[in-house]
């Protein structure tokens, strides 16, 4: 599973109607590699939405939980043979020019 933090949703530039589509079109590229090589299963784009419960208290808190370089914005579920092969496909992850962050976790199978 690839989790995706920050990236082109906080950064300023991605602002312009232009940048964001042209930013767009990298992430459906990439999308579309994946799925021809039979890697990518799905995903989606989160919301910046949404609420947390937490502690013994069941408190309810309202988001974004987190500042916007640490939001996570969405995730795909791929096939691969191991983490480090994981780990190498998620290295073209378009939002790495925006400071966009990856986290590469394995799913495991039920």
């Not at 990518?40 to 013994?56: A, H, N, V």
């Not at 780990?87 to 925006?98: L, N, R, V």
Request: charged fraction near 25%; hydrophobic fraction near 40%.
């Amino acid at each position: 599973m690839f989790i995706f933090h920050g990236g082109s949703g906080v950064a300023p530039e991605m602002h312009a109607p232009e940048a964001m589509q042209a930013h767009m079109q990298k992430w459906f590229a990439w999308v579309e590699k994946l799925r021809k090589e039979g890697r990518y299963l799905g995903g989606e784009p989160l919301l910046p939405t949404g609420k947390m419960i937490s502690g013994k208290q069941k408190i309810v808190t309202d988001g974004p939980f987190a500042e916007g370089k640490e939001l996570v914005g969405g995730f795909f579920i791929i096939e691969a043979k191991d983490i480090n092969e994981a780990t190498e496909m998620a290295k073209e992850c378009p939002d790495f020019i925006y400071d966009g962050k990856v986290q590469v976790r394995p799913v495991q199978k039920m």
